[in-house]
């Protein structure tokens, strides 16, 4: 009998296939692998993908320390606008918070949409509201009306809705009100799943405040019947219910069970079962926090992420290793004021369905074919051309995937399109490369959003491209966007499940304290930033943190007095005296010129304001190691050459003959120029003329123009 291993997995599920990385944390070891998912029961495919794993290295269950896990849930949820019979209970007055909302102009001024109001979470016939008033420094204007509060509970228990959400006005400053309408609901309607907005969004700002207490409520029962049944399965693969240390239902045997959530960070499932809203980009942010610490190792510290995936692909940014955060973000229609990686959603991933529009015009997503019934060329009864469809008959990918696990029917593909280029009046080429043009713009434009949006010059950045379909796409986005090039790393259609091993635990909290820098109470403010270290501290220790572990990160939401927003900035380290202002000031001047170009340093009749205070606390973990390969020794081509296949690139150029590289036979320092396609277990990357890839030390493929002073 062989010695326990000690084996780390990270597990992303995704809409077409479920990725898992595995590291053994004794000798290095990494394995990945890919398995379909399984949307009727995604368990499935989860244990599937651990089965898989553990056969490649030779182990078995009693080997695992600990798995994260990365899951589209809450998403999906939201996007679908699945939110039915959900209740919402707010203060006497203010029903119609939901209508009131914001004012959005998406398309400036000009046109018929000046006045934008979001589809209603809740109906307004599902709102009641209960006596009592808090202001907005917390004390009692209005006592808590108990009587109407247990009318509004009852009247939800009497209609069947068992799923709510309460937000009292100004109950960041004191929740006493809201504490007590739980109570009564516990007592009343037993059954009903709540969530409470202090609990929630510690943070001033009603209408977001309700929205994304709504958004928690929506998505709980949800999240904590897949966490649950994820859970079971886990627990039964292991070794049943006979040993000791299972936990309340948590992980087996004291086996850590981590759920990624938005933030950055992870929390164990039984923590994210209280707080389903945290996870609502849970795979997005795995994958770019994977790709920030790809590309750091490789030494390029700006970059743009492209995670494409059978459904979406998602992009974000990256400074100096690190994925930018947003508080302003939003999933569908609905906005979610919770600490999240900026990522931008656009439906552009492998099974993104062609379609003519009413205008007669070309088409690409966002419907998609998803994984079942998928592409026409998976010929599992899919009716419509994909962006799958279009790389596989143009010769960009092979007629298989998953190197050769999954055959692809080319032939059904390429009906398909002809059928769709003839109602067009094109031949099939310039349908087909149409159908990836409008892909390519559709990602181009979203990169736009998280880059050129926010004031960044993205000639200064390279991509870095992972997922399944991520990479098929990038030499035309470096040529539409002018980038400086690609990264794209070793196994990319698992760097999501790769990102899940590399991230620490993370809660984080939030307290509004709207105060101006003239007039703060230095002692007051410690009162409150030492309360939500003992919060944080608190669950570090329920997750089984140490003291001397503890990590606290600080910041301070500041503005202008006047503005309507804020901007972050890092606070310092020591005791909130008057060297503390200060340096807040100072961070916050050079932020909002970094921002918006010009700030009222020196100018005193221009007030800083503090709006909110915040504390992250973190519990780091050791990362995998990214490990670097060997030279490429001996011929290139007589090494690392599989053969030759026509692609199309370009229609008015027709099919050209093109190398076809394996990628697990390149070496770092192997260069090599296109066309040429790439290929790998979990994805393909095509190389257009004009191209050059480098191989890097770590087995990072490196691609940029030829010539290019970059």
Same mark, same amino acid.
């Given at each position: 009998?062989t010695?326990?291993r000690?084996?780390r997995?990270?597990i992303d599920?995704?809409g077409?296939?479920?990725?898992?990385?595995?590291?053994?944390?004794?000798?290095?070891?990494?394995?990945?692998?890919k398995?379909p998912?399984t949307?009727s029961?995604?368990?499935?495919g989860f244990?599937n993908?651990?089965?898989?794993?553990?056969?490649l290295?030779?182990?078995?269950?009693?080997d695992?320390?600990?798995?994260s896990?990365?899951?589209?849930?809450?998403?999906n949820?939201?996007l679908e606008?699945?939110?039915e019979?959900?209740g919402?209970?707010t203060?006497?007055?203010y029903?119609f918070?939901?209508e009131?909302?914001?004012?959005?102009?998406?398309?400036g001024?000009g046109n018929?949409?000046?006045?934008?109001k979001p589809?209603r979470?809740?109906?307004?016939?599902?709102?009641r509201t209960?006596?009592?008033?808090?202001?907005?420094?917390?004390?009692?204007i !209005?006592?808590?009306?108990?009587?109407s509060?247990?009318?509004?509970?009852r009247w939800?228990r009497?209609?069947?809705i068992?799923?709510?959400?309460?937000c009292?006005?100004?109950?960041y400053?004191?929740?006493?009100?809201?504490?007590?309408?739980?109570?009564?609901l516990a007592e009343?309607?037993?059954e009903?799943?709540v969530?409470?907005?202090?609990e929630?969004l510690?943070?001033?700002?009603e209408?977001?405040?309700s929205?994304?207490?709504?958004?928690?409520?929506?998505?709980?029962?949800?999240?904590s019947r897949y966490v649950?049944?994820i859970q079971e399965r886990?627990?039964?693969?292991?070794?049943?219910?006979?040993s000791?240390?299972?936990?309340?239902?948590?992980?087996?045997?004291?086996?850590?069970f981590y759920?990624?959530?938005?933030?950055?960070?992870?929390?164990s499932?039984?923590?994210?079962?209280?707080?389903p809203?945290?996870?609502?980009?849970?795979?997005?942010?795995?994958?770019?926090l994977g790709?920030a610490?790809?590309?750091?190792?490789?030494?390029?510290?700006?970059?743009?992420?492209c995670?494409?995936?059978?459904?979406?692909?998602?992009?974000?940014?990256?400074l100096?290793?690190?994925?930018?955060?947003?508080?302003?973000g939003?999933v569908?229609?609905?906005?979610?004021?919770?600490?999240?990686?900026d990522?931008?959603?656009?439906?552009?991933?492998?099974g993104?369905?062609?379609?003519?529009?009413p205008e007669?015009?070309l088409?690409v997503?966002?419907q998609?074919?998803?994984?079942?019934?998928g592409?026409?060329?998976?010929?599992?009864?899919?009716?419509?051309?994909?962006?799958?469809?279009a790389?596989?008959?143009?010769?960009?990918i092979?007629?298989?995937l998953?190197?050769g696990?999954i055959?692809l029917?080319?032939d059904a593909?390429?009906?398909?399109?002809e059928?769709l280029?003839?109602?067009?009046g094109?031949?099939?080429?310039?349908c087909?490369?149409g159908?990836?043009?409008?892909?390519?713009?559709n990602?181009?434009?979203?990169l736009?959003?998280?880059?050129?949006?926010?004031?960044?010059?993205?000639?200064?950045?390279m991509l870095t491209?992972?997922?399944?379909?991520?990479?098929l796409?990038?030499?035309?986005?470096?040529?539409?966007?002018?980038?400086?090039?690609?990264?794209?790393?070793?196994n990319?259609g698992?760097?999501?499940?790769?990102?899940?091993?590399t991230?620490?635990v993370?809660?984080?909290?939030v307290?509004?304290?709207v105060?101006?820098?003239?007039s703060?109470?230095?002692a007051?403010?410690?009162?409150?930033?030492d309360?939500?270290?003992?919060?944080?501290r608190?669950?570090?220790?329920?997750?089984?943190?140490?003291e001397?572990?503890?990590?606290?990160? !600080?910041?301070?939401?500041?503005?202008?007095?006047?503005?309507?927003?804020?901007? !972050?900035?890092?606070?310092?380290?020591?005791p909130v005296?008057?060297?503390f202002?200060q340096?807040?000031?100072?961070?916050?001047?050079?932020?909002?010129?970094?921002?918006?170009?010009?700030?009222f340093r020196?100018d005193t009749?221009?007030?800083v304001?503090?709006v909110?205070?915040?504390?992250?606390g973190?519990?780091p973990?050791?990362r995998?190691?990214?490990?670097?390969?060997?030279?490429g020794?001996?011929?290139?081509a007589?090494?690392?050459?599989?053969g030759t296949?026509?692609?199309?690139f370009?229609?008015?150029?027709?099919?050209?003959?093109t190398?076809?590289?394996a990628r697990?036979q390149?070496?770092?320092g192997?260069t090599?120029?296109?066309?040429?396609?790439?290929?790998?277990f979990?994805?393909t990357v095509?190389?257009h003329?004009?191209?050059?890839?480098?191989?890097?030390?770590?087995g990072?493929?490196v691609?940029?123009?030829?010539?290019?002073a970059?």
């Amino acid at each position: 009998m062989t010695d326990q291993r000690r084996i780390r997995i990270g597990i992303d599920t995704g809409g077409t296939f479920t990725d898992v990385v595995a590291v053994d944390e004794d000798s290095g070891e990494q394995r990945t692998t890919k398995t379909p998912s399984t949307p009727s029961n995604p368990a499935d495919g989860f244990i599937n993908g651990i089965t898989k794993i553990l056969d490649l290295m030779g182990a078995d269950g009693n080997d695992i320390t600990a798995v994260s896990h990365g899951t589209t849930v809450a998403t999906n949820k939201l996007l679908e606008g699945k939110v039915e019979q959900l209740g919402f209970i707010t203060t006497d007055g203010y029903e119609f918070m939901l209508e009131i909302a914001r004012q959005s102009v998406p398309d400036g001024y000009g046109n018929s949409y000046f006045w934008v109001k979001p589809d209603r979470i809740v109906p307004a016939d599902r709102v009641r509201t209960v006596g009592g008033r808090m202001d907005f420094e917390g004390h009692e204007i !209005r006592p808590f009306d108990e009587e109407s509060a247990r009318t509004a509970a009852r009247w939800f228990r009497d209609q069947g809705i068992s799923t709510l959400g309460v937000c009292l006005l100004h109950s960041y400053a004191n929740d006493a009100h809201e504490l007590r309408m739980r109570e009564i609901l516990a007592e009343e309607h037993p059954e009903a799943v709540v969530s409470i907005s202090s609990e929630v969004l510690r943070e001033y700002r009603e209408y977001e405040r309700s929205m994304t207490t709504l958004v928690d409520a929506a998505v709980k029962p949800n999240v904590s019947r897949y966490v649950s049944n994820i859970q079971e399965r886990l627990w039964e693969f292991i070794g049943g219910g006979d040993s000791g240390g299972h936990t309340g239902g948590g992980a087996p045997r004291g086996i850590p069970f981590y759920v990624m959530k938005s933030n950055g960070g992870v929390l164990s499932a039984d923590e994210v079962v209280h707080q389903p809203i945290t996870t609502v980009l849970s795979g997005p942010a795995a994958g770019a926090l994977g790709a920030a610490l790809i590309a750091q190792k490789a030494g390029f510290p700006k970059v743009l992420t492209c995670d494409g995936g059978g459904t979406s692909t998602d992009v974000s940014v990256v400074l100096d290793g690190e994925p930018t955060l947003t508080t302003e973000g939003t999933v569908g229609a609905y906005p979610s004021k919770i600490p999240m990686i900026d990522v931008v959603t656009v439906g552009a991933g492998g099974g993104s369905i062609a379609w003519i529009s009413p205008e007669g015009a070309l088409k690409v997503g966002p419907q998609s074919a998803g994984a079942d019934p998928g592409p026409l060329c998976y010929a599992k009864g899919g009716t419509e051309p994909t962006i799958t469809d279009a790389h596989v008959t143009l010769g960009r990918i092979p007629p298989h995937l998953l190197g050769g696990e999954i055959p692809l029917d080319v032939d059904a593909a390429r009906v398909g399109i002809e059928e769709l280029a003839g109602r067009l009046g094109l031949d099939f080429e310039r349908c087909a490369t149409g159908i990836l043009e409008i892909s390519a713009w559709n990602q181009a434009n979203a990169l736009r959003q998280v880059s050129v949006k926010r004031g960044l010059d993205v000639r200064d950045f390279m991509l870095t491209t992972f997922g399944g379909s991520g990479s098929l796409l990038a030499c035309r986005l470096v040529d539409i966007l002018d980038l400086a090039g690609v990264v794209v790393p070793p196994n990319p259609g698992n760097v999501s499940a790769f990102g899940l091993l590399t991230v620490d635990v993370k809660n984080d909290y939030v307290q509004t304290h709207v105060t101006r820098e003239s007039s703060l109470d230095h002692a007051e403010i410690q009162a409150i930033v030492d309360d939500l270290t003992a919060k944080a501290r608190t669950a570090l220790e329920k997750e089984g943190f140490t003291e001397d572990q503890h990590q606290f990160a !600080r910041t301070i939401d500041v503005r202008y007095v006047g503005q309507a927003f804020e901007v !972050r900035v890092p606070a310092p380290d020591g005791p909130v005296d008057d060297r503390f202002a200060q340096t807040i000031a100072d961070r916050f001047h050079t932020e909002h010129h970094q921002l918006y170009g010009y700030d009222f340093r020196g100018d005193t009749d221009q007030h800083v304001e503090w709006v909110n205070l915040r504390v992250t606390g973190v519990g780091p973990i050791t990362r995998p190691e990214i490990l670097t390969v060997a030279a490429g020794e001996g011929d290139l081509a007589s090494r690392a050459v599989t053969g030759t296949r026509d692609v199309c690139f370009d229609a008015t150029q027709g099919y050209v003959p093109t190398t076809v590289y394996a990628r697990e036979q390149l070496g770092a320092g192997d260069t090599f120029t296109g066309p040429a396609i790439v290929e790998e277990f979990g994805s393909t990357v095509p190389v257009h003329p004009g191209f050059t890839v480098r191989v890097d030390d770590w087995g990072n493929l490196v691609i940029t123009r030829e010539g290019a002073a970059r």
